[in-house]
């Protein structure tokens, strides 16, 4: 949530600013645009993108944080919403780059493509998918004993 709040939501609050900002969030955006420049040309799937996650997921991650601390029993419940709602932008976040041929990366550049751009947005498809399995196996499990003690009842 931290990572949603603060540096996403830097972004979606000075999208506009950033190619001429100086500070360290800015210059944290501007290097990560040299992976897809999208960043300092406020591109609108991007700027609605990061907007999203940074004003939904955010405090939604955090919901889910507390959740699990204090276990509540609706914690699988948003883990599998955020997940999946990460899971979903990140893959349109890829698939509008691959749509426009990578024309705001430098394809196959070891640092700018491969890491900035392929890996550490991949982390947000590896992450909420293991999550997403995970929330599933622990709902359907919990759906299947309320089933079980139901059955048993009649």
């Known amino acids: 949530s931290f990572i949603h ?30 992976g897809d420049s999208r960043y300092v040309i406020e591109d609108n799937f991007t700027v609605c993108m990061e907007t999203i996650t940074a004003w939904a997921w955010g405090p939604l991650s955090l919901w889910t944080v507390v959740a699990f601390l204090q276990r509540q029993p609706h ?12 899971l979903y932008g990140d893959v349109l976040y890829f698939f509008t780059e691959y749509r426009e041929g990578f024309a705001h990366s430098e394809m196959w550049h070891p640092l700018y493509f491969w890491f900035y751009f392929v890996f550490m947005n991949a982390l947000w498809i590896v992450v909420p ?9 622990h709902l359907s499990t919990a759906q299947r004993a309320l089933d079980l003690a139901k059955a048993k009842r009649h």
């Open 5 to 34: 709040a603060v540096i996403e939501g830097w972004f979606s609050l000075y999208h506009r600013d950033i190619p001429g900002d100086q500070s360290f969030l800015s210059q944290l955006w501007k290097e990560y645009a040299k």
């Open 75 to 86: 914690r699988y419940v948003l883990q599998l919403v955020v997940s999946l709602g990460q």
């Open 129 to 137: 998918s293991i999550l997403l399995l995970d929330a599933w196996r």
